[in-house]
């Protein structure tokens, strides 16, 4: 069951749409949960343009421009995979603003995952504002690593903007 940090949330909606950014999201680890919490935000038809779910390399080429090949060689995890996803998503959903989240909320044994992590990226009309590795608890269940990374996110977005 998700829990959502209002305060933080009702912070965001109060900032996007004070400067009058609108915002897009690109997520993969996150299943859609970012789209979901800002879907809950006050007033958020007024800043929130919408997302898209993205969960392997090539669904991250096909609609947010990341290099194939580059995806392929880090499992599509990386900082510059998520910067590419928020520039992109910023630009096909027509926003000034981009939130991006790829990773592992869980560990992957079969590939040698045991600490949960991902990369987030926020970006601002065409420039990366946040660009950071984010740490996961191996000892979570998977909701509750993507809600940890979406209250992680909250929070950055209220640094950075």
């Known amino acids: ?14 900032l996007f749409i004070k400067n009058h950014i609108t915002v897009a999201v690109a997520e993969s680890c996150t299943s859609g949960m970012i789209q979901l919490t800002l879907s809950q935000a006050p007033d958020a038809m007024s800043f929130f ?65 045991t600490n949960c992590y991902a990369y987030i990226a926020v970006s601002k009309k065409g420039k990366i504002i946040v660009s950071k590795r984010i740490k996961g608890e191996a000892e979570k269940t998977l909701s509750e690593n993507q809600q940890l990374y979406t209250h992680k996110i909250l929070a950055e977005v209220l640094k950075a903007f």
């Open 1 to 14: 069951m998700q829990t959502i940090d209002n305060k933080n949330l009702a912070l965001v909606s109060q």
């Open 49 to 113: 343009q919408g997302g898209i779910t993205v969960y392997n390399a090539g669904q991250k080429a096909m609609h947010l421009d990341v290099n194939p090949i580059m995806a392929e060689a880090c499992d599509s995890v990386s900082k510059e995979i998520a910067e590419q996803m928020s520039l992109s998503a910023a630009g096909k959903f027509n926003a000034e603003a981009g939130i991006a989240i790829t990773g592992y909320a869980q560990p992957v044994p079969e590939k040698g995952i």
